[in-house]
């Protein structure tokens, strides 16, 4: 009892720590992570997916599995797009599934392959069949395979699942550019649980183009200012100086 | 020989009037102005020789092809069965359906010379020496020496022609003559992999009537090894005893021959089937075919090579789920050098296609995911083409606070009939990149200028990070 206590306070005092509060944690590989977000938020959540996993130099194969839906309101990911946020689209296969068990068991498949690098599955609202028994298999299997396993939740209420870490993600407004064009891509990301951590935190994100991931906004590198480049002086090239040296 | 256009080969007609390959296209012309010419296309003339080839294996198993346009048939012991040599002449011609030079002789050599040489002499020793097929200056000596048909050289010794014009004219002289033998290589169509179990009780069991398959599958395995070949569709006949069969198919993107992922794959096929494997009283002939089989090296694996069994897995992922849900529900996007944004990419079965690399876009930027078709929304905007101040979108209003834009992107007329023409080109779209007072950014788009229709209409096309 004692100890939990004590555990407590130190993941407290990890919380206020600086170095905690300065960034969020990466979705690693190897685990189960879920994103919530509203339908309209899904280009937000699905950046934040994409980049927040490729964090390290990511190259393997990335399978998106969803629904097959028809009709009027079918969302395609556009490659260009894709590219824009850093992700080469050629890393992706789409698979499609008919009813939600095939989606789960195409996820979980995907996520045994021991090629893959990355899972995405995507889901709506009410989706009966992912609790606590898939959602277990689904981080077992992506312990085994190293595969970073992100399920992509739409309008949904999050329940109790094995996930590492839950997020929820929206859309934030932009710092506007010249002539009041919108800006670069930002977010509000949410941290709703963590296994190893203290959550209930929110970041606001916006995009780095330079490192090609989402940073947290006002806490970036200084910019450079304009240095003057020192010019070399040989040691001993004039005889009277000496004094100098060459500096690195 | 310069850059001008010249005759490969004429038809009948065009020979009747004086035209022969060689001649510059020009004149041809000049000499028949309604002349209908193609371009050359070897690979396709390939192509077509091979197909007459497997055609004439109907006549006799010893065909070769003899390049670049004809064909050699051993017919000896065949001829009887088609009515006779000019019956199979006859028959043979018929079939080609081509303008043919038919020729019959003792050996193959004198028949190709006669073919090509001959008109419609059946005597190889009055052929010119051009029969010989050798180099221009070897006709050219021979020509000089006064010899000028082939009987001419065959009546002098051998051994001086040989010593003045070389060995090869003598040996080609004795392959028409069939003083040597010259024998052809027949083309052989492998027969294609098939192997079948007859089962002297039938089975019922679905697990019992796939170990069969298995062992089927291991033989093949063998065979294909041994061959070099790795198959990319696999059949499977399931032949019930009151004669009803069911075939089931499956299909690789790459070639396998590993037993143990057909038979997995086979066994998905089985548990998606809408209407299940009935084996009635059982299965009694159970067959396992082949029809697609694509070059395999056997390979050498390395010591940690966990990237190429990385890649393994993935194909072997990709073809259990393309199996268990459609090859065309796993895909790949695919980029398409097209001008509207919906059409710049496509969706590709993955199996059949291979990663690429992605173009570097030169426009301004695309949202990451888009609706297709474009959802229709109620736009309040300045006319004629100022930017939207609000919009309805599912019923919500959303406030415009930052935009940008226009990005114009004009219709594809030049795929359109007759889309050069004035208001044919169809509507010209007006892109904006806008942003709510929520902070959501939006890709909308004003389909038509004002100028081309009265009340274009606004439309949202993607959603931006």
Redesign the interface.
């Known amino acids: 009892m004692v100890d939990s206590v004590i555990r407590l306070r130190e993941g407290e005092a990890r919380a206020f720590a600086p170095e905690a509060r300065a960034t969020p944690p990466p979705l690693g590989r190897g685990q189960l992570h879920e994103i919530h977000a509203r339908q ?5 959540a ?3 997916a994409l980049c927040a996993s490729a964090s390290g130099g990511a190259s ?2 990335a399978i998106l599995v969803r629904m ?1 839906r028809g009709g ?14 850093g992700f ?11 009813t939600e068990l ?1 989606l789960l ?2 996820g979980l ?2 996520a045994r ?4 690098e990355l899972v995405l599955l995507e889901m709506q609202g009410g989706f009966a069949k992912y609790d606590l028994t898939a959602s277990r298999r689904l981080a077992l299997a992506a312990e085994r395979s190293r595969a970073c396993v992100i399920v992509l939740y739409y309008d949904a209420n999050p329940r109790a699942t094995a996930a590492r870490t839950r997020w929820s993600v ?5 710092v ?2 010249e ?5 670069k ?3 509000e990301a949410e941290l709703l649980r963590w296994r190893d951590g203290p959550a209930d935190r929110r970041w606001r994100l916006e ?1 780095d183009a330079d490192h090609e991931t989402f940073r947290e906004e006002g806490n970036r590198a200084p910019m450079p200012c304009a240095v003057v480049p020192l010019s070399f002086v040989r040691e001993g090239a004039s005889g009277g100086g000496g004094g100098y040296s060459r500096t690195a | 020989m310069g850059n001008a256009l010249r005759l490969m080969a004429v038809d009948g007609a065009a020979h009747a009037l004086g035209l022969a390959p060689g001649m510059a296209l020009a004149d041809a012309r000049a000499r028949c102005p309604a002349l209908m010419t193609l371009p050359v296309d070897p690979e396709a003339d390939a192509r077509e020789l091979a197909r007459l080839i497997s055609a004439m294996a109907r006549f006799t198993p010893m065909v070769s092809a003899d390049p670049p346009n004809g064909i050699i048939l051993d017919i000896t012991g065949c001829a009887h069965l088609f009515g006779g040599e000019a019956g199979l002449v006859r028959q043979a011609v018929a079939l080609a359906a081509y303008t043919c030079r038919p020729a019959l002789a003792d050996n193959a050599a004198a028949a190709r010379a006669l073919a090509r040489h001959g008109g419609r002499n059946t005597n190889v020793r009055v052929l010119p020496v051009a029969a010989l097929d050798l180099p221009d200056e070897a006709l050219a000596a021979l020509r000089r020496a006064g010899l000028h048909t082939i009987g001419d050289l065959a009546r002098r010794p051998m051994q001086p022609l040989a010593a003045r014009f070389g060995a090869e004219t003598v040996l080609k002289l004795r392959h028409i003559l069939g003083e040597v033998a010259s024998p052809i290589a027949p083309h052989r169509t492998l027969p294609p992999n098939r192997l079948e179990a007859r089962l002297t009780e039938p089975v019922i069991r679905t697990e019992d009537a796939l170990e069969v398959i298995e062992d089927l599958l291991v033989q093949a395995a063998r065979e294909m090894e041994a061959r070099k070949l790795g198959g990319r569709r696999f059949v499977a006949t399931f032949c019930r005893s009151d004669n009803a069969r069911r075939r089931l198919m499956v299909e690789t993107g790459h070639p396998v021959r590993d037993p143990a992922i057909v038979l997995r794959l086979l066994r998905e096929r089985i548990e998606t089937l809408a209407d299940p494997l009935d084996p009635g009283f059982g299965f009694d002939t159970i067959g396992l075919t082949i029809p697609r089989a694509e070059p395999l090296p056997s390979r050498q694996i390395g010591l940690g090579d ?2 190429e ?6 194909a ?3 073809d ?2 393309g199996v ?2 459609g090859t065309d ?5 695919v ?1 398409c050098d097209r001008h509207l ?1 919906e059409r ?2 496509a ?1 590709e079965p ?1 199996m059949s296609t291979q ?4 173009p ?2 030169e ?1 301004p ?9 474009p ?1 229709p929304i109620e736009v309040i905007a300045e006319v004629p083409d100022g930017p939207p101040h609000r919009f309805r979108w599912r019923c919500k209003l959303h406030e415009v ?4 834009g226009p990005e114009r992107i004009a219709a594809e007329w030049w795929r359109r009939k007759g889309g050069e023409g004035a208001r044919k080109a169809g509507l010209t779209r007006d892109y904006y ?3 709510d007072a ?4 939006y890709w909308i788009f004003r389909h038509g200028l004002y100028d081309e229709t009265p009340q274009p209409r606004w439309y949202l096309h ?4």
């Open positions: 309209e938020d899904g280009a937000a699905l950046a934040f393997g194969m097959a009027r309101s079918r969302v395609v990911l556009n490659g260009d797009g894709l590219a824009l946020l080469d689209p050629t890393r992706l296969i789409i698979v499609e599934a008919d095939d068991r195409a498949e995907a392959c021991p090629g893959v929206a859309s934030a407004p932009s506007p550019i002539a009041d064009g919108p800006g891509p930002a977010i995009w | 966990e990237q069994e990385g890649a393994d897995s993935l072997a992922l990709i259990r789920l268990r849900l529900r796993v895909r790949r996007i980029p944004p710049a990419q969706l993955a990663t690429g690399i992605w570097v876009a426009h930027p695309r949202p990451p995911m888009m609706f297709d078709p959802q606070r930052l935009y940008e990149r806008i942003e929520c902070g959501r950014r993607g959603l931006f990070a």
